[in-house]
């Protein structure tokens, strides 16, 4: 029996993520990328968001240490911040500071780098999965039957060596957002999947901080601050992110079209016009080590190969080659995770044989990725100006949404569950089982009749939660 070959392009998460799924099945694996893989846990050119902040939701972080055994621990080693959010999280939300209070949620707070250099390394260690660097992927090479089916990869090697072709058994996209895969299809006749954009023109600016934790304040309890937009009066969110090596990212979000600034000295300024000085003054103690990196490719684009008109036998794609949703939300590296073993799944149940494993697998890929777009898509909504077809049912929804998370805080319940369906610990349904619509229905009345006491955010810092250890 011949060998069988299973080729990756792009050594995404997602990408490593299907490597290590397919290593199961396949005699051997191999991933093609672009870039030079660094030593160590530094920037390349391929992951240009990689500069600013990224949330490995609870899931996700459960979901890597399944797929790459030691993953969780080897992160911690490495200086991997282990976080509760609602602990260790100053939040402001629309109507104030959220109350300090821990959760069952638990993540992982590191750099990006760090967290793809983990996984490349365990990766790594599966001897029949094969990393090729400095390599471009050019087209397909196909044969046509009854069906067109692709059969392998033209490669360019990026150091000026003779081009070559991979041939193989699955082809797998996981090229990313900026995938040329659409274009290859074209090329061969056959129609490009249909696609789904919705764009709340939002953009990063990010800056990296040396830490200095003897200079701050005896109440200075948190770990991190999240910092939410208002859209009819403050445009700009910001972040402040714990990493490992006792650094800290903080990034601006402007939502709308209003695009945070990418200068030093107008970034620093900016983050005093947020609606709490808060994280200004942790960067008036800290060190700068960067500049101020911007990042405005943040449109959700779902490729919707499970409507796709025409069949390509051999080929799958997967993580944002095929759905990308704004990175604001921190679903991308979970759902690239999710989507790998979803693809497992479906080899073990059909086999590496069956032709129709292509349209199965998007078939299911796509019921799971309706619940992270949905989420993504419905917040970006809620910003004016958002391009895109809005879903009937996300208008008739977006009321009782609106009121859950601003009634979050009154009752701790609601605010578990609501983390549990943002770490894709349970489906969004939970957010609309009878039991939870009850509590929110009354924490709705307690406000309607009470009012809520609301933090003064001009001049409040986040409260001090009384019986909580930092």
């Keep these: 029996m011949e060998n069988t070959h299973a080729i990756i392009i792009g050594g995404s998460m997602a990408g490593l993520c299907a490597a290590r799924v397919l290593s199961k099945f396949y005699d051997k694996v191999t991933v093609i990328d672009r870039d030079a893989y660094p030593a160590g846990a530094h920037e390349r050119p391929g992951v240009p968001q990689s500069r600013h902040v990224h949330a490995l939701l609870m899931r996700g972080r459960l979901e890597l240490d399944r797929l790459f055994p030691g993953f969780e ?95 193989g058994d699955l082809i797998v996209d996981a090229s990313g957002r900026t995938t040329k895969v659409p274009s290859w299809i074209e090329a061969m006749g056959l129609p490009s999947p249909p696609e789904t954009v919705v764009d709340s023109h939002t953009g990063y600016a990010s800056r990296w901080y040396k830490v200095n934790p003897d200079r701050r304040g005896k109440d200075w309890w948190w770990k991190g601050i999240w910092i939410d937009p208002i859209a009819q009066n403050f445009s700009t969110a910001g972040v402040l992110f714990p990493v490992e090596g006792n650094r800290m990212i903080v990034s601006l979000a402007g939502i709308g079209g209003h695009y945070p600034p990418s200068d030093e000295t107008e970034f620093t300024a900016m983050l005093a016009k947020l609606r709490s000085p808060i994280i200004a003054e942790e960067v008036a103690l800290a060190e700068p080590m960067s500049q101020v990196y911007s990042y405005r490719q943040m449109a959700n684009r779902w490729r919707h190969y499970d409507k796709w008109g025409a069949r390509l036998d051999g080929f799958v794609a997967l993580g944002d080659s095929s759905c990308a949703f704004n990175p604001v939300y921190g679903q991308g590296m979970t759902s690239g995770a999710l989507s790998a073993l979803m693809l497992g799944e479906c080899l073990e149940k059909n086999g590496i044989n069956d032709v129709e494993v292509p349209r199965k697998f998007f078939a299911a890929q796509a019921r799971f990725q309706a619940e992270p777009w949905g989420l993504a898509t419905a917040s970006d909504f809620r910003v004016p100006g958002t391009e895109g077809k809005r879903p009937l049912m996300s208008r008739v929804m977006d009321p009782l949404i609106s009121k859950m998370f601003q009634v979050a805080n009154d009752d701790p319940a609601i605010g578990e569950r609501i983390g549990e369906v943002i770490n894709m610990m349970k489906p969004p349904s939970a957010l609309f089982e009878a039991s939870l619509l009850k509590m929110i229905a009354k924490a709705w009345s307690r406000r309607l009749i009470k009012g809520r006491k609301q933090e003064k955010e001009s001049t409040a810092m986040p409260p001090l939660a009384l019986g909580i250890e930092g």
Excluded: Q, Y
Aim: aromatic share 6%.
């Design 73 to 167: 621990k080897t992160m911690l080693d490495r200086g991997a911040l282990e976080i509760n959010f609602g602990r260790d999280f100053a939040a402001l939300r629309a109507d104030g500071w959220a109350e300090r209070r821990p959760n069952s949620i638990t993540t992982l707070f590191a750099s990006r780098v760090l967290i793809e250099e983990t996984v490349r390394e365990l990766l790594r260690r599966i001897p029949n999965v094969e990393l090729i660097e400095r390599a471009e992927a050019v087209g397909f090479e196909t044969a046509r039957g009854d069906s067109i089916r692709v059969n392998g990869v033209k490669v360019n090697p990026r150091d000026g060596g003779a081009s070559f072709t991979l041939t």
